[in-house]
């Protein structure tokens, strides 16, 4: 079972629909991310988590919300889709890390969101 | 502020031949540097990374890169390519510190020809 998991792997949605994609890790880790890829653009923050208690924007965080439900769990919601959020996403963890934190990500598989 | 530049959103190279993706980096403090894989229809797994150790990290399949300060450049080589190197390669930075953020590069689409 891989260590990241997203739900769902692909989704099409039509405009103005809310939209929460789901991601639960096995890894132990503290610290959770979501990310946007799109193409030639490479890979854009939306928003991170250090904690349960912790939540922050990203580079992108609009028209995004997230919950962190729990150490393992880290939802992202499109309250009401755009077309321009078109687009695979990523949830990513990395560890606190001792004696050294190097920020090395692990990542899901994606989801693939397309917004008609 | 950090950024990531790659040269080439795509690189083609014969069955056999050297790769080599091009990765600058723009940092105000000492860097960490990582070069992800991503196969079609996968996320992103780390092929190496630099940590300030040794300047010429070794990563996974045949994959490595040298750290250049002088330079700015963490390149990506490998002595010969293989038909399943086929994938997109993203150069990452962050730094030490207590939050890394990450920035990553607009990725490199390498293509092996038989």
């Known amino acids: 079972d891989a260590d990241v998991t997203q739900t769902p792997r692909n989704r099409i949605t039509k405009t103005g629909k809310r939209i929460m994609l789901e991601c639960s890790q096995t890894k132990g880790h503290d610290r959770m991310y979501w990310y946007r890829q799109d193409p030639g653009l490479g890979l854009r923050l939306i928003y991170y988590?250090?904690?349960?208690?912790?939540?922050n924007k990203g580079e992108i965080s609009d028209g995004y919300s997230v919950s962190r439900q729990a150490q393992a769990k880290f939802s992202l919601s499109l309250e009401s889709a755009i077309p321009n959020q078109t687009a695979l996403y990523f949830c990513?963890?990395?560890?606190?890390?001792?004696?050294?934190?190097?920020?090395?990500?692990?990542f899901g598989e994606g989801s693939r969101l397309t917004v008609l | 502020a950090q950024s990531v530049t790659q040269l080439g959103s795509h690189v083609s190279v014969s069955e056999g031949a050297l790769v080599l993706l091009r990765c600058n980096y723009s940092?105000?403090?000492?860097?960490?540097l990582f070069w992800y894989v991503q196969y079609p229809n996968q996320g992103l797994q780390l092929l190496l990374k630099?940590?300030?150790?040794?300047?010429l990290v070794k990563g996974i399949n045949g994959f490595e890169a040298e750290f250049k300060k002088s330079e700015t450049s963490f390149h990506l080589t490998k002595p010969s390519a293989h038909m399943s190197d086929a994938a997109e390669y993203f150069c990452?930075?962050?730094?030490?510190?207590?939050?890394?953020?990450?920035?990553f590069g607009t990725g490199t689409k390498l293509q092996v020809i038989p």
């Open positions: 630099y940590t300030s150790a040794a300047t």
């Open positions: 990513a963890t990395s560890d606190r890390g001792l004696p050294e934190n190097t920020g090395e990500l692990f």
């Open positions: 940092s105000s403090v000492p860097p960490y």
């Open positions: 988590s250090f904690d349960v208690k912790d939540i």
């Open positions: 990452a930075v962050t730094n030490s510190g207590g939050y890394q953020k990450v920035t």
